[in-house]
């Protein structure tokens, strides 16, 4: 098998991006590429440090290979409904698969099956005979903490000084240096299973015979289709919907109801430049969006799940500067997410810096407060009422909203370029006092209603009047400047303005003239509004599907419907997306990513309904 060429003209040593397949247990998850390589795992939580990164340092980082050991064509995909993963090997005589899954416990609390981790690859052979090659090479701790290999009958175990695996095998293993390999030959019917699973102490890894894994098979595949089965959903691309919600439930992490807004670090968004960042935590922001898609579908137990880690986590009321609530918090909840840079790996395609942490974490982003208040409408709509508590949490937010709107932030964007008075954060600002209001007066809560209603009104004068610019024509960035900015889509989305209002509708002509490339979104321009960072952007697929939307709701339809049917065009071969499409078409940036999936689903959801 061959890799794609590395860039700067090297060997062939990376897979691009979007040649992966996602699998995992709502705790952690695996990237596995066309050629049969897991090149990202972290073992035993999405933020944990990784044991195969061969994704940001194809000599360093490690990685699981597992292929048809004679030249082969490959194609993968899901067993429908689920996220069991197959990569087949077509080879001049047979046919192999390799099935790939993370059995799902649905274990909780001191379990024992609550900590397991375990990664199982089943390798059949379809057709005729086929020889496969599997090396097994973990580099612990993003490739800087060594470790010893033990040899025990047929079982392999791996050990660091933070973490040990064991990998079982129903072929004979042999020691190569510090990894372990196999080379085997399956006949049509026969199969193969490989299990990676976390050793705890002096604890025997458990085998996995091939009937244990058949079962284990057969329990994952059941588990991701009765979660489907869930889904309200039964307009057109259904398939793509679905895609997209099952991936959404991949990026939660069962023990705590946290959404990450990807399961990766430092995919770049530009090959060879600086915006590589780590997206295994969870952004209110992003998080609450997913609740929104999610309960669009009938998925209201994630939506009840985040709505406990957001009263057990993010309580307002801890007097920081940047505001009762961080932007961002870790899987489980702590606060500190120290950004660091590990110059030991290359970097993606030598992407470098490979960073772990997020320093945005301290910014002040006040959208996070419309977006998070919106959520909380909308579960409370759509699933249960909310709490005494949740109320008086969601008074003290909007409180604190009302006393400081008008401070400048960094944004949506989480732009490293200095502060300023965004539009985008005012808008979800008002959005987060409008939704307050509509709460209380529903349900007959108690609340300043007086006060909350004036800041509500002030909010949406300085909108209309501060973020319109009448040389442009259109709502911009932020205030007195003119660059245009795709983030303002969410206008007629958040109902602040009618979507068929004069000046909406020049501002949507006007972003479709700058920032509309084919059907696809930029940001903005960096050139034109600096963003405190090196080298170009991608169009941004979020900004996209928000495009279709908002063309909808313009009435715009037959127009959206062909800008969302190319933007499907742009997913990879499994439906997946990453955060960006490149110049030249390909994914760019963490992968998957929540945020672009969620505005998949919300966009399909209301072209459905317009299409009738």
Known sequence: ????????????????????????????????????????????????????????????????????????????????????????????????????????????????EAERHRLIRRVLCVRGTIPFRVRVAPRFGYGAQPHVLTMVDDVAVFESAALSLGL???????????????????????????????????????????????????????YWRRWLSASKYRGRWREMVHRSALT????????????????????????????NWDYRYVWVRD????????????????????????????SPGDGKPSGPLQIMYGIDGRTELPERELPHLEGHEGSAPVRVGNAAADQLQLDIYGALVDSIYLYDKWAEPISS?????????????????????????????????????????????????????????????????????????????????????????????EVLDASVLMMPLAKFIAPTDPKWLATLDALTQELVSDSLVYRYDPRASPDGLRGDEGTFSICSFWYVEAMVRAGRVEEARLAFEKMLTYANHLGLYAEEISHTGQQRGNFPQAFTHLSLISAAFNLDRALG
């Open 1 to 112: 098998m061959t890799r794609a060429a590395g860039h700067g003209g090297g060997g062939r040593r990376y897979l691009p991006v979007a040649e992966h397949g996602l699998i995992g247990d709502l705790r952690s998850v695996a990237l596995v590429g066309t050629d049969g390589t897991v090149d990202w795992y972290c073992c035993p939580s999405f933020d944990a440090p990784s044991v195969f990164a061969a994704i940001l340092d194809a000599d360093r980082g490690g990685r699981f290979e597992l292929a048809a050991s004679v030249p082969a064509r490959t194609k993968q995909f899901y067993f429908p409904d689920t996220n069991v993963l197959i990569t087949r090997f077509y080879t001049e005589d047979g046919v192999g698969e390799v099935q790939d899954f993370m059995p799902v416990s649905e274990a909780t609390g001191d379990a024992p």
């Open 168 to 222: 079982t095998a129903t072929v004979p293993l042999e020691a190569d240096g510090p990894d372990t390999r196999a080379d085997f030959k399956l006949s049509e019917g026969e199969t193969a299973v490989f299990a990676l699973d976390q050793v705890s102490g002096a604890v025997e890894p458990r085998r996995c015979p091939v009937a244990e894994a058949e079962e284990q098979f057969g329990q994952t595949v059941a």
């Open 248 to 275: 959404l439930k991949l990026l939660t992490y069962a023990p705590t109801g946290a959404i990450v807004a990807a399961p990766t670090t430092s995919l770049p968004e530009h090959l060879g430049g600086e915006r």
């Open 287 to 314: 998080a609450a969006f997913c609740v929104y898609a999610l309960l669009r579908l009938g998925f209201t137990g994630e939506a009840a799940q985040f709505m406990q880690f957001v009263s057990r986590h993010i």
């Open 389 to 481: 508590d949740q109320w008086d949490n969601v008074c003290a937010l909007v409180d604190w909203v009302c006393e400081n709107w008008d401070q400048p932030d960094e944004g949506i964007w989480e732009t490293r370029g200095g502060r300023r008075n965004f539009l985008y954060s005012r808008l979800m600002c008002w959005v987060a006092i409008e939704r307050a209001v509509r709460m209380a007066n529903r349900r007959g809560l108690p609340a300043d209603l007086p006060r909350w209603q004036s800041c509500r009104d002030t909010v949406y004068r300085r909108i209309m009047s501060r973020g319109w610019c009448d040389s442009r024509g259109a709502f911009v960035q932020h205030e007195d400047c």
